[in-house]
């Protein structure tokens, strides 16, 4: 099956630091990927939607300078949490669509914790 | 009113008992609709497509109706590793507005022995 890896799985980060998140489809091609966060007991919220190749697309109330995502293959999306502030400690999900499919495959999720 | 909506639950069942989720979603233009679970701390994975037709797997059976705008996951004799949270998602557009993924917030299931 499709198969999503995400790196790192969990960070622990001075607030003000910046960190990087990588998202890569290891066995399929996935022009579009997603990110969403998730705080405790609440469901996914979608963030953006990186598109390979240009521009992502951020929901209403996601700062595009604070959360600055970057999909430069078709196997790879990151996402670098800016200025991180203890308010931005949450689990963070990546997810593929695979091209040609609209069947998403999520990342394993990177717990951010922000002191 | 929300675009996907699900009972939260809990739903505290025994085990080998049937349990029926359901899902209801606003936009009749939605394309293509899926049942993820997702364990405590862990990401969603997916658990089936769902069709008009009906779509079967084993102890689990998820239905589209879509003159109503209904989605159903039953499961049948409930194991304890069903425990989870099951999550209704549902795929719009496309074209020009861009593909877009709704979630629904998820209905809990504890499975006890």
């Known amino acids: 099956g499709a198969v999503v890896s995400q790196h790192p799985s969990w960070v622990i980060c001075k607030s003000g630091t910046s960190v990087k998140i990588e998202c890569r489809s290891l066995?399929?091609?996935?022009?579009?990927m997603f990110w969403y966060r998730q705080f405790p007991k609440q469901s996914l919220m979608l963030m953006a939607t990186?598109?390979?190749?240009?521009?992502?697309?951020?929901e209403q109330g996601v700062e595009k300078d604070k959360f600055l995502i970057n999909h430069a293959s078709l196997t790879l999306s990151t996402l670098t949490v800016t200025s991180a502030h203890p308010e931005d400690s949450s689990f963070y999900i990546c997810?593929?669509?695979?091209?040609?499919?609209?069947?998403?495959?999520f990342g394993p999720g990177t717990r951010l914790t922000v002191l | 009113r929300k675009e996907v909506e699900q009972d939260p639950g809990p739903f505290n069942v025994p085990e080998g008992a049937t349990v029926a989720f359901n899902c209801t979603y606003s936009n009749s233009a939605s394309q293509s609709f899926f049942w993820y679970r997702q364990d405590c701390r862990k990401e969603p994975k997916l658990l089936m497509s769902v069709y008009s037709s009906g779509n079967e797997d084993g102890r689990f059976t998820a239905q589209l109706n879509r003159a109503s705008q209904y989605i159903s996951l039953l499961i049948r004799d409930s194991k304890l590793s069903d425990s989870a949270t099951y999550l209704c998602v549902v795929n719009m557009g496309g074209g020009t507005g861009g593909f877009k993924t709704i979630f629904g917030a998820g209905t809990r299931l504890f499975v006890k022995a």
């Open positions: 066995d399929f091609q996935a022009t579009t």
């Open positions: 997810s593929a669509l695979q091209d040609g499919a609209d069947t998403q495959y």
């Open positions: 990186s598109n390979e190749g240009s521009k992502a697309t951020y």
